[in-house]
């Protein structure tokens, strides 16, 4: 097993990623250990022949400086050189996979604030029950705009119907 090349894609370590993405863009832009190891010096990153192959090779560990040395170097984004090789070879999938990333912290963010603001707004009503009905509508109300909005936004309006897009807020 040892002497078999390692496994690419997400199987790999964030190091291991690191090492097989170090050799695959070194030899996608033609260069030698040599080169590359001049480049990491002119960058300010003191880095040897040798040390480049064995980094490729796993005989290495490589630590953090060294690791956005190499990022400097290739003109990578630190995230797209650590992901995993087959999908961080495609600049534009490592980018998109985090827009989706970062949307769904978004929605993870937005979905508590939602819940606490519920819960705060039901919490108050409980001492003034006697507004419970006409806050509960207006609640309703607002969403229920909010999501014609959204749905008017991301489908166009309904066929045929004259829906007038509702004023941004």
């Given amino acids: 097993m040892a002497d078999e090349d390692p496994p690419q894609g997400v199987l790999l370590s964030g190091e291991g990623n690191v090492a097989v993405?170090?050799?695959?863009?070194?030899e996608a832009r033609g260069w030698s250990t040599n080169a590359l190891s001049d480049r990491?010096?002119?960058a300010g990153?003191?880095?040897?022949?040798?040390?480049?192959?064995?980094?490729?090779?796993?005989?290495r560990r490589i630590n953090l400086d060294e690791t956005i040395g190499f990022a400097e170097v290739f003109g990578l984004d630190l995230r797209n050189l650590?992901?995993?090789p087959q999908l961080a070879a495609k600049a534009r999938a490592m980018e998109l996979i985090d827009e989706i990333i970062d949307?769904?912290?978004?929605?993870?963010?937005?979905?508590l604030a939602f819940t606490e603001a519920r819960d705060a707004l039901d919490a108050y009503l409980s001492e003034y029950p006697d507004i419970r009905e006409e806050a509960d509508v207006m609640v309703s109300n607002a969403m229920a705009e909010e999501a014609s909005?959204?749905?008017l936004k991301m489908?166009?309006?309904p066929p045929g119907g004259d829906v007038e897009p509702a004023d941004e807020v």
């Fill in 40 to 42: 990491m010096n002119e």
């Fill in 149 to 151: 909005r959204t749905m």
């Fill in 103 to 111: 949307a769904f912290r978004a929605t993870q963010r937005a979905n």
């Fill in 82 to 84: 650590v992901g995993p």
């Fill in 155 to 157: 489908h166009g309006p």
């Fill in 45 to 59: 990153f003191e880095m040897n022949p040798s040390a480049v192959w064995r980094i490729e090779n796993g005989k």
């Fill in 21 to 26: 993405r170090i050799k695959l863009e070194r």
